[in-house]
């Protein structure tokens, strides 16, 4: 698990590109203090093993789910990336729970600075998946539509592995104003209009609509428990309802 909090801004020194899959060599100095062979590194916001260390850097393999999702396919040698090592158990809680595991990416729509703060409009992408399955002929979920349910005014979204916190949504687009501190310590410093990003959604909020579609049915919650309280939880599961419903979820 990670937080959002850009330990260092590493460089790709190199990328082997097999016909789905890569691997990364990525220059730093920071990040591989402490670290070691199948320790965690999120690359841009992408969770990554660690196959090679040693104190100039290290490398990863990066399979074909993670090179059709994110926007590790389209780095180059010398191309900056973010990057955080796993957070320890003892370690503080400076962002929000970041998984690394991408949903989609997005498009920089509109960078706008606003006295001290720099304002970026970004646009979730459909999904290297989405469309129609060639297979079934059945229509394929649309990732973009999918990351917009889960964004929220105020609420938390990790961009290239930054956690950030959301200004305003519209029905395609989000906002997120960005002080300088971060822009100069993390990749957004060379970002431009049009440019691509790794997108994660809050994890909360997928759990919650699970929760909540599920009806508490035993699958979820165990049979046995419902079974001797009956009547309790679908009370208590109204109330949480209206809880979240009152609170914007």
Known sequence: MFTGIIEEVGKIDR?????????????????????KVGDSIAVNGVCLTATRVDKDGFEADVMDETVSRTSLASLKSGSPVNLERAMSADGRFGGHIVAGHVDCTGTIKSIENKEMAVV????????????????????????????????VEKGSIAIDGISLTVASVSKETFTVSIIPHTISN??????????????????????????????????????????????????????????????GF
Do not use: W
């Open 186 to 247: 993390t990749t957004l410093s060379g970002k431009k209009t049009g440019d691509i990003v790794n997108l994660e959604t809050d994890i909360i909020g997928k759990y919650v609509e699970k929760l909540m579609g599920s009806g508490m049915n035993p699958a979820i919650i165990g049979t046995a428990e419902k079974e001797s309280t009956p009547g309790a939880l679908s009370g208590d599961y109204d109330k949480a309802k209206e809880f979240l419903i009152q609170n």
């Open 15 to 35: 990328i082997s590109r097999g016909s789905a899959s890569a691997r990364l060599r990525v220059s730093c100095k920071n990040v591989t203090e402490g670290t």
């Open 120 to 151: 970026y409009e970004i646009q979730p992408n459909a999904g290297a998946h989405d469309g129609t399955d060639k297979s079934t002929g059945n229509a394929m979920r649309n990732a973009g539509a999918d990351a917009m349910r889960y964004i």
